[in-house]
């Protein structure tokens, strides 16, 4: 059974909801949530088929979306909406957006991250990747998660990075990316341009081990936050 939802959100048939910036956090947080054993909750993010784009900037329209389609459901379904996004540069910027993308779509704003919000029987809340008080991307849980499973890989990476020569060193998130992408072409030679969401999904996947210590943030807040 997949818990992630169509591109155009139509209708919420579980109480709890997550929407992510992207379609790799996607596949990260239904991986968690099947290893959980969670199933009152669905996953999705911003597509250009469903809004016209993905991503922070489309955040508003999706949560929109999501807010529609709850309020012309019967049953009224939805209890909780978690944000979850990249705190990029700044946590506090990535914070800020998502708390409009809530406002936009008239839901409970939280007053910090990780913090829960209740209003009117839904709870909302936000969670920046990597995890507390971190700047970073999905590339730098993935990137520890598989590191730790193979430290020889780490070495091979940066070397690369080094002969190319052309890395962005001052732009630590863009080389989070950049390694993410190198280690996923040498790991998978069938499929070389694969990118991390269908890795994750993947039964093929060794790369990234999914109990790693580095998803169990991540992985126990979703628990809780389902807790009806």
């Known amino acids: 059974m997949s818990y992630i939802l169509p591109h155009k959100v139509e209708r919420i048939d579980a109480p709890f909801v997550v929407a992510c910036e992207g379609f790799g956090d996607v596949c990260l947080a239904e991986q968690l949530l099947k290893i ?51 705190a990029d540069d700044s946590p506090q ?27 009117n ?32 890989a780490q ?3 940066d070397t690369l990075l080094e002969c190319i020569g ?9 080389v989070a990316k950049m390694k993410m992408s190198a280690l996923v072409a040498a790991s998978f030679p069938k499929n070389p341009w694969a990118t991390p969401g269908p890795l994750l999904q993947s039964s093929d996947n060794d790369l990234i081990p999914l109990d790693s210590p580095h998803f169990k943030h991540l992985a126990d807040y979703l628990a809780n936050f389902c807790t009806e």
């Open 36 to 86: 959980k054993r969670i199933e009152n909750c669905r996953v999705g993010c911003p597509s250009r088929t469903g809004v016209g784009g993905d991503g922070k900037d489309y955040l508003n329209k999706y949560l929109s979306a999501i807010a529609l389609a709850a309020n012309n459901d019967t049953v009224r379904m939805l209890r909780g909406l978690l944000v979850v996004v990249d």
């Open 93 to 119: 910027k990535a914070f800020d957006i998502a708390c409009s993308a809530l406002r936009y779509a008239e839901y409970p704003v939280p007053d910090s991250a990780f913090t829960l919000k209740e209003e």
């Open 121 to 152: 029987g839904i709870k909302t809340a936000i969670y920046l990747i990597p995890g507390v008080n971190e700047p970073g991307t999905l590339e730098h849980l993935l990137l520890r998660s598989a590191f730790d499973k193979a430290p020889t």
């Open 155 to 157: 070495a091979c990476v």
């Open 166 to 174: 052309r890395a962005p060193i001052d732009k630590p998130n863009a």
